[in-house]
């Protein structure tokens, strides 16, 4: 079974539909630049019925059981699993992702996330029910908030999509998600799934467009009680300011330090860098992108990451060979050029890479593996989101100066420390501010663990149980067990 990727971007009340709007968004292989879906935006009218769709559907939504929405979850994961395939070549084909990564990692891991979100729904958790005072029981209810708006970007589609929808839908709420407008298919075939799966119409709804029109009408809309929005930093301070008034959940940008001590394994550092650099071509979120080696390996590293980058295959996206993709448009394309040339001018010297490829790759939007040597720390290159397959290597002297280095830009999502010392590791585990460190390795997430930023990197967490708290308000409840009319605390009011 193949899906037609010209499918209506549009899903809402169960029911896919076409936009309403005079421009129109565009979906393009990042591997040749061909157009294969061009549809009609959603226009403030279907923003309004999407919102109104999930607010209807609220009332009853929010009513079910956690046993309820556990077995339509559960259900929405194995029709997930029956469309496994398409929606790995869907996300290849409209993001450029190599196909062993959106059929290895994207897809499974987001079926995964479903069916964890599943079994969630049935263990929101709170304080217990007590007499905090002596003369009252109080209880703690975690109640839905009403209708999500979730803003999603393109480097992820699916798995974006599923972490911004499943915490607030198990917990009893509603959604309206508007994708990227350049990677909308994979949310669209998702709800195609939801209602499959029999989850009643109206709780999960997508609508495509573009950020500026359909995402800002969506931010705004009067009934739309939070936003959650995943994407760049400057957006969301965007967001925060349009949402103001609103329940707010952010995850943005990232500058993810990779820090490798003297003592440290340096093959597997070197493995570790080079891979956690260009998955995905550099375009996520937690990606290496400032390596801080100590001085006495830093020479063996450059030389170990810039072998390494030789060997990496670029190439067509659906070719099982390759290993790293096109970036996801022309515009990233440029984006991440215009970063490294201006990198070369500010000084800094390129090891590999550094261009985009001619030949056969010309027509795609590819860039070559990337290692940039002697950037300064206050340097655009070490202190920006390239979100680009390129590495910066800095050496360092003492662990100190690799911490006071590793917390030295504005982001702080996710970092590594490579070392073989105990002590050393968890003093970078303290001391990072970041939402993830990870120990000898960089990348890997998983389901029952939360992800999300430090500083300028956002607030909340995705995935895990934790990001309950985000989709879910706490109400205290205080019943009074003395059945006294004139009670203790009424002498601060009545004097006698
Ligand atoms: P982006 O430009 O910030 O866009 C993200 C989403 O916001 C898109 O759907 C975009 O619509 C929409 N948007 C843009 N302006 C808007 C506005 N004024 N009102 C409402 N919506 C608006 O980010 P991107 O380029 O797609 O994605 C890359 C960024 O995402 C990177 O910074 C990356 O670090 C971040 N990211 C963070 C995480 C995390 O978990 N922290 C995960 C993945 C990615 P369009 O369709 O018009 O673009
Ligand atoms: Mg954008």
Redesign the pocket.
Known sequence: MTTDPDLPGLHIGGVPREGGGTEH?EVRDPATGRVVSSRPEADVRDVDDAVRAAHTSFADWSRTTPAERSTLLSRWAAELDTVAAELADIETLQAGKPIRLSSGFDVPGSIDNVAFFAGAARNLEGRSSAEYSPDHTSSIRREPIGVIGS??????PLQ?AV?KILPAVAAGNTVVL?????TPLTSVMLADAATRAGIPAGVVNVIT????S???S??RHPDVRMVS????????T??AA?AAGKRLHL????KAPFVVFDDADLDAAINGAVAAALINTG????AATRAYVQRSRYDEFVAGVATLMDTVIVGAPGDPATDQGPLVSRR?QQHVAGFVERARADGARVVRGGAIPGGKLAEGYYYEPTLIVDADQRSEIVQQ?V?GPVLVVLPFDDDAEAIALANDTPYG?AASAWTRDVYRAQTAAREIAAGCVWINDHIPIISEMP???YKA??YGK?MSTYSFEEYTVVKHVMSDITGIARKDWHRTVFGR
């Open positions: 968004y803003i999603a970007p393109w480097n992820y974006m972490w508007k994708p990227a407008e350049i467009g573009s950020g500026a359909t995402g800002a969506l931010v929005f995943t994407g760049s930093t400057p957006v969301g965007q967001i349009a995850e943005l940008g990232g375009q996520d979120c937690t990233q989101e979100f999502l992800h999300g930023g990197s956002g995705d």
